[in-house]
């Protein structure tokens, strides 16, 4: 039998748009602390998975000026991490996040993005049975337990699941009954296991993974942002900082991203555009902020010259600056 290819032969990490403008959102978001909170990420170090594009590494570097790296994984062919590698200072491990976090002292300031492509949980429907990654809710304890004042973390789960689970009760309770210790009670209901809040059940599992785990411990987990996009699978994001103390008002008012509210998510959502319909937006964005409460599908054809729901044109208001843009070039 064939051996299964690794997520980074099938997916070429770089040109996910959805992925990309939360890359770029959380650049500027990072910036936004380092001002409010008076540190200096420069000085972290930054471990993460680059997988063979090191797309994050690459960003962080330029635009946070980070420079003491570690990327981190357990693949048996891992010369072409190694070959990979953009800048010389970046180290490889060719080691498992969790066997890596249990086996360093993790002394330095720490900056940390977890991107997994694996689920947190999966459900087998022909066993009615739950499968939890390990490794994620391993590292989770671990990092809740061994974190610093002011260490940054990041994590990314896929949270695919099948809509029409949410139809049987039995599914519904079998939930209840296996996440029991990390569900709050707002979720410990049948009524409120259901498709459209499952990434906001997820978050609310993993805020409780760093709870049940922080109980001894003088810093705590604060969430900063959470995300959901969907390039492919629907990917979940939450990030936060570890302190002593509840975050200062000044961080969270002055950017609609962050989200420490733990029962909010933003939606990445933004429309597929052409490199024509991209650039005539662009060109008419100021008449579309302050026009758009009068547009309907009718006058957004007269103003663009092409259709868009305006749901659509919402979106692209809100993210405009993040949207990516690709060019084939031949070097």
Do not use: C
Request: neutral net charge.
């Amino acid at each position: 039998m064939k051996k299964t290819k690794p997520s980074f032969e099938k997916i070429n990490y770089i040109f996910r748009p959805k992925k990309q403008i939360e890359r770029k959102i959380l650049i500027e978001l990072f910036q936004k602390i380092q001002n409010n909170l008076n540190i200096n990420i420069s000085e972290y170090q930054y471990i993460g998975l680059g997988s063979i594009y090191y797309y994050d590494f690459i960003l962080f570097h330029k635009y946070l000026n980070i420079r003491n790296m570690v990327s981190l994984d357990d693949k048996e062919d891992y010369n072409r991490f190694e070959f990979n590698k953009p800048f010389d200072f970046i180290r490889f491990k060719n080691i498992s996040t969790t066997d890596f976090l249990s086996n360093n002292d993790l002394d330095e300031k720490l900056f940390i993005w977890f991107d997994y492509d694996s689920s947190l949980i999966r459900y087998h429907e022909k066993n009615e049975k739950f499968f939890n990654t390990e490794t994620i809710f391993e590292d989770i304890k671990i990092i809740s337990k061994k974190s610093k004042e002011l260490d940054l973390f990041i994590l990314t789960v896929n949270i695919n699941i099948k809509e029409i689970l949410f139809d049987s009760p039995r599914f519904k309770q079998a939930f209840i009954d296996e996440y029991d210790e990390y569900l709050s009670d707002q979720y410990k209901k049948m009524n409120k296991i259901t498709f459209e809040k499952f990434p906001w059940i997820i978050q609310n599992i993993i805020i409780n993974i760093f709870r049940n785990n922080e109980q001894f411990h003088s810093v705590k987990f604060r969430k900063l942002f959470s995300f959901i996009y969907q390039d492919g699978a629907l990917m979940y994001t939450i990030g936060g900082i570890f302190r002593k103390d509840n975050l200062p008002d000044k961080l969270v008012v002055e950017d609609s991203f962050f989200q420490i509210n733990e029962n909010k998510v933003v939606n990445i959502d933004v429309p597929l555009l052409t490199y024509y319909e991209k650039m005539t937006l662009d060109k008419n964005i100021l008449n579309i902020k302050k026009s758009f409460d009068s547009l309907n599908k009718g006058k957004i054809i007269e103003m663009l010259g092409f259709e868009m729901e305006p749901s659509e044109l919402r979106s692209y208001l809100d993210y405009y600056r993040y949207y990516p843009q690709y060019y084939e070039g031949i070097i």
